[in-house]
């Protein structure tokens, strides 16, 4: 999901999509492939990947739809393959749900991956003790930040969340750059409505910057939310950053143009906010005195 820590990475295994297929429509399958291949030549690790061509078939994905949307959002390389694991349809459901849940422990995961991988958990399965299978982001944070774990749970649910606001912000999964789980405990020791007020105006802004559209929330990439982050009005005129790709990479010439122009609009007597200037503390504070 984010274009620094956590890129398309076909070699890493939580990267890759784990499936089940038909042995029927995978035979199929190999007698269609270009070169003539076999069960065994697709079990071999040397590197080398089978395109297959699965004709009217389908396989079922057990996980990758969120990962394979946000590297879509920001990664550049529109060539990219992803890496499909295929098992048989007759695997286990103990089996399937590990699959499902496996992840890689190859580097350690930054709190912005731990916010939307868990937020999102919670928001397919329901809500924090509640949902029928215990959340293994939840669990690996545990391990890695008790006190981290639990204000984010204390955040997402309870006298004290924000979690109706915060669910909206997987609309828009770039807008988790920036996020701080150590600035959580004392964002909640903040008074409520302010720190509503503060999130509500993150979303709101993105979401009138994206013309409100569904496919343009989805495609904003989080360099962009990264460079534009605290800017004012002035910023964005004749910006070569998005002529170059640098920001705004998943849009057309028409929609990066609109969304100048509605960022420039927007920043007449404000600066860009992001979840990373609204939930940091200093931020706040300087808020609260003004206010």
Known sequence: MFRRGCDW????????????????LLEDSLQRAEK??????????D?????????????ICLKGE?????????????????????????????ARNDLADERASERQMTDAEYFYNITLFWLKNGDPDQGPRPNPWFAQ????????????KRLW????????LLRRFHEIPALFWGISLGNVGKTIAMPRQQTRNQIKRVFDFWDY????????????DMNT?????????????????????????????TERTAILSRLESATTDRVVPTLGISLGIPYIYRALSIA
């Open 209 to 220: 910057i994206c013309c409100h559209d569904v496919s343009m929330k989805l495609r904003l």
């Open 66 to 94: 969120h990962r394979v949307l946000a590297s879509d959002a920001t990664v550049v390389n529109r060539k990219k393959r992803w890496i499909v694991r295929l098992y048989s349809t007759d695997l286990s459901e103990d």
């Open 36 to 45: 003539s291949l076999s069960l065994e030549d697709l079990k071999k690790e």
């Open 47 to 59: 590197g080398v990947f089978a395109e297959l061509d699965l004709a009217d078939g389908k396989v």
């Open 157 to 164: 649910s309870g006298p004290s969340s924000q979690g109706d």
């Open 9 to 24: 990475s076909p070699e890493q295994v939580s990267h890759q999509i784990p499936a089940l297929i038909d042995p029927a």
């Open 225 to 253: 939310v990264k460079v534009v982050s605290g800017k004012a009005s002035g910023a964005y005129a004749g910006l070569n950053l998005a002529n170059s790709g640098e920001i705004l990479r998943n849009f057309d010439t």
């Open 141 to 152: 944070l545990m391990r890695h930040s008790e006190g981290k774990a639990k204000d984010l």
